[in-house]
């Protein structure tokens, strides 16, 4: 299968800071990412879908302002977790896929910590 | 609603023995994708199945056996004989093809502890 890599697997960072998180499509261009996010013993629930070159779409009760979501390019999206603050702790997972109705191949996800 | 049910949220069984995991989805997509996955301690996904709303057939690989039944929107897994590294967390989720694309559900999950 499609291999999907993230970056930072993990990071720890200071309340108000910014922190970004890569995901990487590694063998083929992705025009379609997905990222999630998780908190512990929770489910995977859906954050935005982005499009390669077009602004992303957020789910209900994402803010947009504090989750900015960049797609530039076929194999690269970023998601910037910006003044980070304790409650943003948790288990962010990207996804990608060949086209919008294709099947979704997970990253291995980034567990970001908010001192 | 919740698309993707997954009733059993904690279970525990003594190593060999079988298990089944349940996993109820609710669509009004004629086509659609349905998958599980096992996410161990560490976190990251492991893909174990996906499976398209045509193809009823039952699936076994290895240990592993799923029961797709349209009939009651059941996408159930079971697990023979199982080991202690079966422990982790298992999640059900249905794919449909939304206004954005690619709409993926995911169940809440059910945690799987296998006793040695």
């Known amino acids: 299968g499609a291999v999907v890599s993230q970056h930072p697997s993990w990071v720890i960072c200071k309340s108000g800071t910014s922190v970004k998180i890569e995901c990487r499509s590694l063998?083929?261009?992705?025009?379609?990412m997905f990222w999630y996010r998780q908190f512990p013993k929770q489910s995977l629930m859906l954050m935005a879908t982005?499009?390669?070159?077009?602004?992303?779409?957020?789910e209900q009760g994402v803010e947009k302002d504090k989750f900015l979501i960049n797609h530039a390019s076929l194999t690269l999206s970023t998601l910037t977790v910006t003044s980070a603050h304790p409650e943003d702790s948790s288990f962010y997972i990207c996804?990608?896929?060949?086209?919008?109705?294709?099947?979704?191949?997970f990253g291995p996800g980034t567990r970001l910590t908010v001192l | 609603a919740q698309k993707v049910t997954q009733a059993q949220t904690e279970i525990s069984v003594v190593e060999k023995e079988d298990v089944t995991l349940d996993c109820v989805y609710e669509?009004?997509?004629?086509?659609?994708?349905l998958f599980w996955y096992k996410q161990p301690p560490s976190g990251e996904l492991v893909f174990l199945i996906r499976?398209?709303?045509?193809?009823?057939q039952n699936e076994i690989s290895g240990r592993y056996s799923w029961n797709f039944q349209k009939s009651t929107s059941s996408f159930n897994f079971t697990i023979t004989a199982s080991q202690v590294v079966d422990s982790a967390v298992y999640f059900c989720?249905?794919?449909?093809?939304?206004?954005?694309?690619?709409?993926?559900?995911f169940g809440t999950g059910t945690s799987l502890t296998v006793i040695p």
């Open positions: 996804s990608a896929s060949l086209r919008a109705d294709n099947e979704q191949f």
């Open positions: 989720a249905l794919s449909e093809y939304g206004d954005t694309g690619n709409q993926f559900y």
């Open positions: 499976r398209n709303s045509f193809d009823e």
């Open positions: 669509t009004r997509d004629t086509t659609y994708y």
């Open positions: 982005s499009n390669e070159g077009s602004k992303a779409t957020y």
């Open positions: 063998d083929f261009q992705a025009t379609t």
